[in-house]
């Protein structure tokens, strides 16, 4: 094993590596877990990452786990934006419809956390897997207006031992057979749920009063001690907050990775041109900034992109500054971007619902869901039981609304919309739209000079009327459930931009060149040796939650990268 932890700056892992199999550009769920496997299988992997590390001795071979520079502190992560994307220095943009000119807002647009681990150590670890029916919209719903459905290059079947795989590998609670819509599974959960929260006992009680489902929600959180990880002490910060005990299982594969001693990372490295040879199909090198702002390089045989939809799509783009961008024969770079259409169902209740014990959500139901093509039952998504936990946005709430003095403290006293708050939040299907788009704004530029992505975006009549059916059905479980009074939150509440950070397609994948942008295992079409491994691959978003999809995903690409044959059998191997 090479000599570990790293003394240098701005690097973790073997420092003396200067050749690799592999260079993968971003380290969160789809990135870290695609390094592992090329890692234990004895190839010298690259990773680049814009954001900081916060994991102290993440590449420490000692017993244990890294300490991280997380705590349940509203301050230093959501004030003060600890690990957020700064949306002063490196903003995005915003536009409807082209209709609207070059943008209508400037600033944070879906951004998700720059850290080592990215945005997977930030979520609160909710991995329910998809349907089957998911993989087949395309033919199910057929020609719907306006949008642009799609089968999978795969179905289910052929992914289900990758998700098994992945819930091992970071480690999943559950419970087998709660959820009577999940489909089949080859094995058990690896953890038997957690304690659940007393919102949930309180809407399970009134969902089940409707004839609704609730079950224990699948989360990369530790119910009991889990490969050196200690269990869950349910200290009630999780949406949006790093572990400090290490419960979740967000760093897991990359640790892993490390410790073989296969692996370099290089943080507060930003990844900004892709170069290619004289052909224009083999990737030979990528350029980036290092952490003093001076042009670097790294090459690799393979390269994998795993820095979200939207950057990873902007890198393609920057990639061929004045062209259609890198790998775009089709056209379809950057396209099909979705988010989850989230209807929130908000519940005031006269008891306290105590949300500042617990993870942040540990029960559900997939009832709305739906069937494709019943009426009765339209495509909406799993619904999340949550509350509030967090004291100084409860408090913030309240001083927007103008109370002050003795006011104040009588709203910081009663909380309405602390302590006595419940939501339900329907992840709620996008459908694909041509013209939703991630592409370069010919305007605005980032602190380092480079133009910043454009996301054009707007709602399809398709989960809009999702929306409609299922908001009324969630104000009367509300209703079953006690609260006193009940509403549907507005679509944007002031911000114009979709509320989910579940952000998925732009590299679409498929069988056919001039249709998609990858194959069935996530490799450009158009290029030799670039895949992708986050969440751009996706044809359709589901309903659900959809990091575990990214994951197992990101397994078989870079299972088949070193096995083509059997990509399965390479993806679990041990750490030596």
């Not at 956390?113 to 087949?136: I, N, Q």
């Amino acid at each position: 094993m090479a000599s570990l932890p790293s003394r240098v700056p701005n690097v973790l892992g073997d420092t003396s590596l200067d050749r690799f199999d592999a260079v993968v550009i971003g380290s969160g769920a789809g990135g870290g877990i695609a390094t592992r496997v090329l890692a234990t299988s004895g190839l010298k992997v690259c990773v680049l990452e814009a954001g900081n590390n916060y994991w102290l001795g993440l590449d420490d071979p000692k017993d244990g786990m890294p300490i991280p520079l997380f705590s349940s502190d509203e301050v230093k992560m959501s004030a003060r934006e600890l690990i957020q994307q700064q949306a002063r220095v490196e903003p995005r943009t915003f536009r409807a419809s082209p209709a609207d000119g070059d943008r209508t807002f400037v600033g944070e647009v879906n951004g998700l956390p720059k850290t080592v681990g990215g945005g997977f150590g930030h979520a609160d670890m909710k991995v329910p897997r998809f349907a089957a029916f998911d993989f087949r919209l395309g033919t199910l719903l057929g020609d719907v207006p306006g949008a642009s459905f799609a089968d999978w290059p795969l179905d289910y079947d052929e992914l289900e031992p990758f998700y098994a795989a992945a819930e091992r590998l970071i480690g999943v609670q559950g419970a087998a057979g709660a959820d009577p819509f999940a489909e089949p599974r080859s094995g058990p959960y690896p953890m038997p749920p957690g304690v659940p929260m007393y919102v949930a006992n309180v809407l399970s009680e009134g969902a089940r009063k409707l004839g609704l489902h609730p079950f224990p929600y699948p989360a990369a959180v530790t119910s009991q001690t889990y490969r050196a990880r200690q269990a869950c002490n349910d200290c009630g910060f999780c949406s949006g907050y790093g572990c400090p005990i290490n419960a979740k299982g967000s760093i897991a594969p990359l640790r892993d990775a490390l410790l073989t001693g296969n692996v370099q990372v290089r943080y507060n490295a930003i990844a900004t041109r892709l170069v290619t040879d004289a052909s224009g199909r083999r990737v030979t090198a990528i350029e980036y900034l290092d952490p003093d702002g001076n042009p670097a390089s790294v090459s690799g045989d393979r390269v994998l992109l795993a820095a979200s939809s939207i950057e990873s799509a902007r890198l393609l783009l920057l990639s061929d500054l004045g062209g259609p961008g890198l790998g775009n024969s089709s056209g379809l770079v950057g396209r099909n971007l979705m988010f989850h259409h989230q209807t929130i169902g908000v519940g005031i209740y006269r008891e306290d619902m105590h949300g500042e014990r617990g993870k942040s959500v540990t029960t559900g139901f997939s009832d709305f869901r739906g069937v494709p093509n019943d009426p009765q039952r339209p495509l909406g998504g799993i619904v999340e039981f949550g509350t509030n936990s967090e004291k100084i946005a409860d408090a913030v709430q309240y001083m927007n609304l103008g109370f002050r003095g003795a006011t104040l403290k009588s709203y910081l006293r009663s909380s309405p919309f602390g302590r006595h708050i419940s939501v339900l939040i329907m992840q709620g299907e996008d459908a694909p739209q041509l013209t939703n788009r991630v592409d370069l704004d010919p305007a605005v530029k980032d602190i380092n000079g480079l133009p910043v992505p454009r996301v054009t975006y707007t709602e399809h009549p398709f989960e809009l009327a999702a929306r409609a059916f299922y908001g009324p059905k969630l104000i009367d479980l509300h209703g079953a459930s006690g609260a006193q009074f009940a509403f549907v939150a507005p679509i944007h509440d002031g911000n114009p931009t979709p509320s989910s950070r579940h952000v998925l397609g732009t590299l679409r994948m498929g069988t056919d060149p001039k249709a998609s942008v990858t194959d069935a295992f996530g490799k450009l079409h158009d290029l030799e040796n670039v895949w992708s491994a986050d969440g751009a691959p996706l044809p359709t978003g589901s309903g659900y939650n959809p990091t575990l999809t990214i994951q197992a995903l990101a397994l078989r690409t870079a299972g088949a990268i070193v096995d083509s044959q059997r990509p399965a059998a390479v993806i679990e191997r041990e750490v030596t």
